[in-house]
């Protein structure tokens, strides 16, 4: 077997991986004030929130160019690779593996495996890590296979956003335009549930919101029995992100704890200022 790990722009991908020579990483499409822009090749996350704070029009995003992908997994073949397993963001918020499900028996000897990593990110780069650190020690594609599963399926993440109104108005927020109307003096957390973002909890501060996302993970860290990981991720909000890694880093002294950043497809959605805790096998 001679696989290639194909994931999207959305996913925060390690630095040990990111010149991996099996690895092919499709741009996502960022729409701000009618101008098209491929994320991580045209627009990175910096110059993403100065655009943010001076468009006239709400950003959007679109699923990758078709006709783009066609090429990728054509030249793949055409490199030798039979195999190629698609790790992309969360069928909840992308229809983006819908599409590949009805083009993947379109290449006659190239088997193309879409997968929905339900998530985005960090938790979501750290699938494809794992995906290429197990091909490279000689697995089985049925046992890749399924340790992607196990951790697909353990995997949590909890958001706080600044601003609901990114998700409502995209969207992505199930039952979001309902909550709404009750938020003064509230702050929600978020979470995903099969790769759909949904309201958590209603907290009374931002303090309490992030004391409460900080037990949870480390509720759940404890029922999951294998190591895991810590993210914190946010969106142009570095100096919270730290104090957050401070933080869960006293609570959980063992914890190995890694600080990354939402890029301009999830930054669209959450918003700027967000703030996302999760936690995942390795």
Excluded: C, W
Excluded at 79 to 89: A, E, P, R
Excluded at 128 to 152: C, H, Q, Y
């Amino acid at each position: 077997m001679k696989l290639a790990v194909v994931t999207d722009s959305s996913a925060v991908l390690p630095e040990d991986i990111q010149q991996h020579p099996d690895l092919f990483v499709i741009p996502i499409p960022v729409i701000i004030d009618g101008k098209s822009y491929s994320e991580g090749q045209d627009i990175e996350a910096d110059a993403f929130y100065e655009m943010l704070n001076t468009s006239k029009e709400f950003p959007k995003t679109s699923q990758p160019v078709l006709g783009e992908v066609l090429a990728l997994y054509d030249d793949l073949q055409k490199q030798g690779y039979d195999t190629v397993i698609s790790i992309h963001l969360s069928a909840g918020i992308s229809g983006f593996v819908s599409t590949l499900e009805a083009i993947k028996d379109d290449f006659s000897g190239l088997k193309i495996i879409p997968f929905d990593s339900r998530i985005t990110s960090m938790p979501m780069g750290n699938m494809v890590k794992a995906t290429l650190d197990m091909n490279d020690a000689g697995a089985s594609l049925a046992e890749i296979k399924e340790r992607l599963a196990f951790i697909r399926d353990n995997v949590y993440a909890y958001l706080i956003v600044d601003d609901l109104n990114n998700l409502v108005r995209g969207g992505r927020l199930t039952n979001g335009a309902a909550l709404l109307g009750g938020l003064l003096k509230i702050k929600p957390i978020l979470t995903f549930v099969e790769g759909k973002i949904v309201l958590f909890e209603k907290i009374r501060s931002s303090k309490k919101a992030f004391a409460r996302a900080e037990d949870i993970v480390g509720q759940k860290a404890a029922a999951i029995d294998q190591p895991v990981q810590f993210f914190v991720i946010h969106a142009n909000n570095l100096e919270v992100a730290k104090i957050e890694k401070a933080k869960l880093q006293e609570k959980y002294p063992e914890a190995q704890i890694t600080i990354g950043h939402f890029g301009p497809v999830i930054g669209t959605h959450l918003g700027e200022k967000a703030i996302g805790i999760a936690i995942s096998p390795y």
